[in-house]
């Protein structure tokens, strides 16, 4: 029998695959995977050693893990859907460490600090940086959530890219935030909180030769009037690196059917589309009254 609360619920709605029903009669062993994927790898290059969770986006737990996912748009071409979180076995891992953190909180936080533990000693052997990214595929308020974290590993520094532009300039110093874009119209509201914050955005655009060419031509672009020199994102993941100020252009890695969906929401931006972006332009519309 299963230990947690929405299992029954699920498997009632036939959305958990029988064959991985025994991934929910236990808690995780595991929360983070270190250096798991190409980009995150990159980070060693710069001096990091780089660990992230992921858990199951938006409400696919049956719990808000996320922020303004409907205003921005995101959640059908979230990345949860590309790559490896594509596969049973990662979604089903992901949705049983979603409800750890909702139904087990003091076990969560204590497997937490034994992997960070475990991550900073390795790091010092290594003569590496501890890097964490608490919110792989999710979007969770962990500076109010478990504030201690940030205060009892002062040598490692957290990073994550959110959607709630009231999280922004409210956080420990070594949590760092880079604000995720989208040019949904319902979702200018967080944009401009992000704006006037001066925090950096991520920007998500169509595929890599859009990102080239947006960085090699173009250099920056306009979101609401405000100035945001064009930086890639891709090079590696150590966003706490990059200038306040800056848009971190991001290609879409998923498939061409989240594509669509993501070019649909106005989540992932088209060059060859700009015009149909509310703020969003390579040219000031600002006027000097005469």
Request: hydrophobic share 35%; proline share 3%; glycine share 6%.
């Amino acid at each position: 029998m299963s230990i947690y609360k929405k299992f029954n619920e699920f498997k009632e709605e036939e959305k958990l695959d029988p064959r991985y029903y025994h991934y929910f009669d236990e808690l995780p062993k595991k929360l983070m995977g270190v250096d798991t994927n190409t980009k995150i790898v990159k980070n060693q290059k710069l001096g990091f050693l780089t660990a992230i969770t992921h858990m199951a986006p938006a409400d696919v737990s049956g719990y808000e893990l996320c922020t303004h996912y409907k205003h921005a748009g995101c959640k059908d071409a979230c990345l949860v859907s590309s790559g490896r979180g594509c596969m049973g076995p990662v979604e089903m891992s992901r949705l049983r460490k979603s409800w750890f953190w909702m139904e087990y909180r003091k076990e969560f936080e204590s497997l937490l600090r034994k992997e960070l533990d475990s991550l900073v000693r390795i790091a010092k052997r290594d003569g590496l940086t501890p890097l964490v990214r608490l919110n792989g595929t999710s979007d969770i308020v962990y500076e109010r959530k478990l504030p201690g974290i940030f205060s009892d590993y002062p040598s490692v520094q957290f990073y994550d890219y959110t959607k709630s532009g009231s999280r922004l300039g409210k956080t420990p110093s070594n949590y760092d935030l880079t604000f995720s874009y989208s040019a949904k119209l319902s979702y200018q509201g967080e944009v401009i909180k992000a704006i006037n914050n001066g925090s950096r955005m991520a920007v998500v655009f169509k595929d890599k030769s859009q990102v080239d060419h947006a960085i090699k031509f173009k250099q920056g672009l306009y979101i609401h009037d405000k100035w945001f020199p064009l930086v890639s994102g891709d090079d590696s993941d150590v966003r706490h690196l990059d200038d306040n100020g800056v848009a971190v252009a991001l290609y879409f890695k998923g498939s061409k059917k989240l594509l669509k969906l993501g070019l649909e929401s106005k989540f992932v931006i088209d060059l060859n589309k700009m015009h149909e972006y509310p703020g969003l332009r390579f040219f000031s519309t600002f006027k000097i009254a005469s």
